[in-house]
Nanobody, 115 residues
Framework: QVQLVESGGGLVQAGGSLRLSCAAS????????MGWYRQTPGKERELVAEITGSGGTNYADSVKGRVTISRDTARVTVYLQINSLKPEDTAVYYC?????????WGQGTQVTVSS
């Protein structure tokens, strides 16, 4: 059983920063793919950032320049640093992991940005 547990969400003022963490545990814990997605009510879940086993990264256009994804060398924890937060960043943020894509999901952590 694979578990992904997110932490670090919360309420922050516009312009502030947050660092989200996601720790993986279970029988399959070395993931080549790890990423962060977000979802708001009535909208589809969207990619925020992803990182591969070789360290390659990809960011959504809406967060480029404000977000950094990173992972530990054991490939069991992934982080998302979000700076210059905007009200439109308000969403539930989900961690995802897998061999080549998002196979496993965390339960999500709420990020709320007040104006």
């Amino acid at each position: 059983q694979v578990q992904l547990v997110e932490s670090g969400g919360g309420l922050v003022q516009a312009g502030g920063s947050l660092r989200l963490s996601c720790a993986a545990s279970g029988s399959i814990w070395r993931f080549d793919f790890m990423g962060w997605y977000r979802q708001t009510p009535g909208k589809e879940r969207e990619l925020v950032a992803e990182i591969t086993g070789s360290g390659g990264t990809n960011y959504a256009d809406s967060v480029k320049g404000r977000v950094t994804i990173s992972r530990d060398t054991a490939r069991v924890t992934v982080y998302l640093q979000i700076n210059s937060l905007k009200p439109e960043d308000t969403a539930v943020y989900y961690c995802a992991a897998g061999r080549v894509g998002p196979t496993y999901w965390g339960q999500g952590t709420q990020v709320t940005v007040s104006s």
